[in-house]
């Protein structure tokens, strides 16, 4: 039996605070530029600060988390200027990182490809959460086989701070937008499995843009709260 305060203790209970933090601001129940009490999250858990801190720091490594001396914790805040930041480098590596994939992956990259995009199909909208996980993972086995693992990391974090855009400025049906998501995933991942990098990655660039362009529309017509 694992004592409360051993290594491996305190390592899963930073772990699950990172996953609840995290989902937390994803969703927006920690707002933007929100101030982190510590001193709350101490109460809230019932633990010690250490894997508080651990958690946080995690969070910071992500770009979900700011810190500044004297002021402490927040949560990063969101602006146009990030966004189109954002999105840009996600295009940029995230094309390389596929480009890699279609050269380098073998027939389990494929079937993961083929198969998470058949997960992602089964999923309802209305299930956001459900979604949400199905649509990382679609993302995530399209770059899988690029056999880099320091680009796909770094991939993961960005597509994690756009999926924060999205989720704070949500589709309306209002929106009228003409776009096909689901055929956008289905284009790219057939043009992937089918070897033909130069379109499979013109195909992803274009999606992820096009997400960018929503987005920067979607907030500029209702403009985060100044905190």
């Not at 910071?60 to 500044?68: K, P, R, Y």
Request: hydrophobic share 40%; glycine share 4%; net charge neutral.
């Amino acid at each position: 039996m694992q004592d409360a305060s051993s290594p491996a203790r305190k390592a899963t209970l930073s772990s699950r605070i990172c996953a609840d933090l995290r989902a937390a601001i994803l969703r927006g129940d920690l707002a933007p530029a929100e101030k982190i009490n510590l001193d709350r999250l101490r109460e809230t858990y019932q633990i010690s600060i250490s894997p508080l801190r651990e958690a946080v720091s995690r969070l910071i490594a992500e770009g979900l988390v700011n810190f500044e001396d004297q002021r402490g914790y927040s949560v990063s805040p969101v602006s146009l200027a990030d966004l189109a930041e954002v999105t840009r480098l996600r295009g940029e590596l995230e094309t390389i990182a596929l480009g890699e994939a279609v050269n380098n992956g073998d027939l389990e990259w494929e079937s993961a490809v083929m198969g998470a995009l058949y997960r992602l199909s089964r999923t309802a909208k209305e299930t956001p959460d459900a979604w949400e996980e199905a649509h990382s993972a679609f993302h995530m086995a399209l770059i899988s086989g690029c056999g880099a693992p320091r680009l796909l990391q770094i991939c993961a974090m960005l597509r994690t701070l756009q999926d924060r855009y999205r989720r704070l400025w949500p589709m309306s049906p209002k929106d009228g937008t003409a776009r096909q998501i689901a055929e956008e995933h289905r284009a790219i991942a057939e043009a992937a499995t089918s070897r033909e990098a130069a379109r499979a990655t013109a195909l992803l660039r274009a999606h992820i843009e096009a997400t960018g362009t929503e987005l920067r529309a979607r907030m500029q017509a209702h403009p985060p709260a100044t905190p």
